[in-house]
């Protein structure tokens, strides 16, 4: 089966580092993505990973080690604007096509 | 504005009526999903066209659902006697196919209240 385990709320104040962590199991593992929504929004793409290791873009890092099924996402410098949810989503190829099977979102409040 | 648009953004219908969602993609993208999303979850896919194909649908779209792609350019999603329990965000990603470097771009959705 398929499934994707994130915590559901995370709390950080201004400034500070925070680590959104990501479990996963699936058949037809294809890639990794990290998508941000603000409430009422659509997802915007933040990362993706494809091979285990870290992708580094400004002040989000994502990391995926494809044998533990296991990836994070790390916001630094946190700032205001980023309380948002935060999705992990595997991309599925195993239908001959890329589906993507999304977790079910890490709510972040960043605090002063 | 060339991201991906949806319209309406909002629809308030009464229970037992049809409606129809559309949606724009990115232009030179080929490939174009349906998801749905209910509060607190995160999206699940529905339904997928590459260019005018419907390659994919899935058990969450009964068969008061329907989706069409003519031309392989906008899309429509009809949901027929609607049902409390379609309420929810219709969302539609479009992407091209890169292979690995497929990367989908999410329309700002369409929320739908069933009354």
């Known amino acids: 089966g398929q499934n994707i385990d994130q915590p559901t709320e995370m709390t950080a104040t201004e400034g500070a580092i925070v680590q959104i962590n990501c479990t996963y199991q699936?058949?037809?593992?294809?890639?990794l993505f990290w998508y941000q929504q603000h409430a009422g929004e659509a997802p915007t793409f933040l990362s993706y990973?494809?091979?285990?290791g870290l992708e580094e873009k400004g002040r989000f890092s994502s990391f995926l080690s494809r044998s533990k099924g296991y990836s994070y996402l790390l916001l630094k410098e946190l700032q205001m604007k980023d309380s948002a949810s935060y999705l992990c989503?595997?991309?599925?190829?195993?239908?001959?096509?890329?589906?993507?099977?999304f977790g079910a979102g890490t709510r972040l409040a960043v605090h002063p | 504005d060339t991201g991906v648009s949806q319209d309406p953004r909002h629809k308030i219908t009464k229970r037992g009526q049809n409606v129809t969602f559309r949606c724009d993609p990115i232009s030179e993208h080929n490939r174009l999903y349906w998801y749905r999303q209910t509060l607190g979850q995160g999206p699940e896919f529905l339904t997928y066209?590459?260019?005018?194909?419907?390659?994919?649908k899935s058990r969450l779209l009964s068969d008061r659902f329907s989706a069409e792609r003519p031309k392989g350019s906008f899309s429509t999603l009809e949901i027929q006697r609607t049902e409390q329990g379609d309420s929810a965000m219709y969302l539609c990603?479009?992407?091209?196919?890169?292979?690995?470097?497929?990367?989908?771009?999410f329309g700002p959705g369409t929320r739908l209240l069933v009354l």
């Open positions: 699936t058949s037809g593992f294809n890639g």
């Open positions: 066209f590459q260019n005018e194909a419907q390659l994919e």
């Open positions: 990973n494809v091979l285990d």
């Open positions: 990603a479009s992407s091209f196919s890169w292979g690995a470097k497929e990367t989908q771009y």
């Open positions: 989503a595997v991309r599925d190829n195993s239908g001959g096509y890329n589906k993507l099977i």
